[in-house]
Each structure stands twice: as C-alpha cells, then as structure tokens.
C-alpha cells in the first residue's frame, strides 16, 4: 500500500462551521504534512509532524489545528474559517523527515 | 536570498517532441533535489530526486533530470512527450542547512501538450 488517503475530497463550510480533515497511511512513515495550495501556486508548507509530535507550524493561524493521534493518521481541525482559506489541503507522508514524500489527493475546501 | 526558480511559466510542446523544463536554486551547498508533477486537482507525484553521486537521475514515467553544480541547475528532461504528460510541473528543494529542513516548492510550469 503506497497511498496517502485524503478524506473528504471536497468540503464546503461556513465561517463559524467546525470541521475536521483527514489524513491516513499504512506505510509505516513516520512524518507527515499538511500543506495549503492555491489555485496555480505552489503548495505551502502549514505543519510537520515526525514521530507523531509537532516538528514544524509554519507560523499558521490558530484556525487551523492539527493533531496527529497515532503513527498512520494525521487530522487538521478546522474553526472560524475564512473565505481566503479556500484551498486545496494536501497531506504528505515520508518514512523520516523530508525523505521521499508520497501526496494524497487533497481536500478541496471552499468557505463561504 | 535563498531560493528555487522555475523561469518557465508556461510551456508548450507538441507531442513526441523533446521537453527540458528548467529549475535553478541558490544556496550555498547543493541542496536535496526533487521534480514533482501534479495533474488538476490532484496531489503531487514524485518523478525523481537528487541527493548525490551520479548527476544524472533517471525518474518514472521516462523522465530524467540532470544536476549541474555549475549552474545550480536541476533540469527535467524527457525525450519524446506524450499527451498525458499535460500537467503542472514543480521542481522542489530541501535546503542544505538553515533551511529548517523544510521542503520548499519553485513556482512550478505549466505543461501545455499540442496533438
């Protein structure tokens, strides 16, 4: 198993919404990712986690909160969202810190 | 300022044709090298990397991509393109040190395929 999953694959919420993203792999990496894309930008470092505890928050407002429950799963929480959030949230997974990343899909959010 | 550069926006070949897509860096030791491809509304696929030894890195999909200390240049390269090969190209640098061992991404380049 060499994917990344990414659930859901598209979102849409309002700015008081709650919601939470979802990451998942099974390779036994023990960092992950959550980068924020914009359309026909490059993604955007937002948080590492290695060994299940937070390396690197790229100075990322405290709207988004991340939690890495275990080895294979990394969420991202989401809160009082602004419509400048919308973005495409990828998730990425390497066996140590910037090794070989392997991408989900992402999450398409939009907020209204 | 250290950085990555992809000079190229946009870049249009026609199918079968050859495609080198450019990528600079500048910092003051060779960082990790990378080429990722991402096609609309996807995640991002690593097509090959460099770290050291031979400058000349063959990656999936029939690319390859040449490291040129000289140059601070880690272009992409393929021989004959093929129509599926349509996407967003980014060249990607992990910094030597100071960096925070961030993964940073280049402004990417717009593959556009003619039939």
């Known amino acids: 198993d060499t994917e990344v999953t990414q659930t859901p694959k598209h979102l849409v919420m309002g700015m008081t919404n709650k919601k939470s993203l979802k990451c998942e792999q099974h390779?036994?990496?023990?960092?992950m990712y959550w980068y924020k894309q914009k359309a026909k930008k490059p993604p955007e470092l937002m948080f590492v986690?290695?060994?299940?505890?937070?390396?690197i928050n790229e100075s990322v407002p405290s709207r988004f909160s991340p939690e890495c429950p275990n080895s294979s799963l990394l969420n991202l929480h989401l809160h009082a969202l602004q419509p400048e959030d919308s973005a495409l949230y990828l998730c990425?997974?390497?066996?140590?810190?910037?090794?070989?990343?392997?991408f989900g899909s992402g999450t398409q959010l939009s907020v209204l | 300022a250290q950085s990555v550069t992809q000079p190229d926006i946009h870049i249009t070949v026609s199918e079968g044709a050859s495609l080198e897509l450019r990528c600079n860096y500048s910092?003051?030791?060779?960082?990790?090298l990378f080429w990722y491809v991402q096609s609309p509304g996807q995640g991002l696929q690593l097509l090959l990397k460099?770290?050291?030894?031979?400058?000349l890195v063959q990656g999936i999909k029939g690319f390859e991509a040449e490291f040129k200390r000289s140059q601070s240049s880690f272009n992409l390269r393929k021989p004959s393109v093929h129509w599926s090969d349509a996407a967003e190209y980014f060249c990607?640098?992990?910094?030597?040190?100071?960096?925070?061992?961030?993964?940073?991404f280049g402004t990417g380049t717009q593959l556009k395929v003619e039939l």
């Open positions: 990425a997974s390497s066996q140590v810190i910037n090794e070989k990343l392997f």
């Open positions: 990607a640098v992990v910094p030597p040190t100071g960096g925070g061992n961030k993964l940073t």
């Open positions: 390779m036994g990496h023990r960092a």
């Open positions: 910092y003051g030791a060779t960082p990790y």
């Open positions: 460099y770290f050291s030894g031979d400058t």
């Open positions: 986690y290695s060994y299940e505890k937070l390396s």
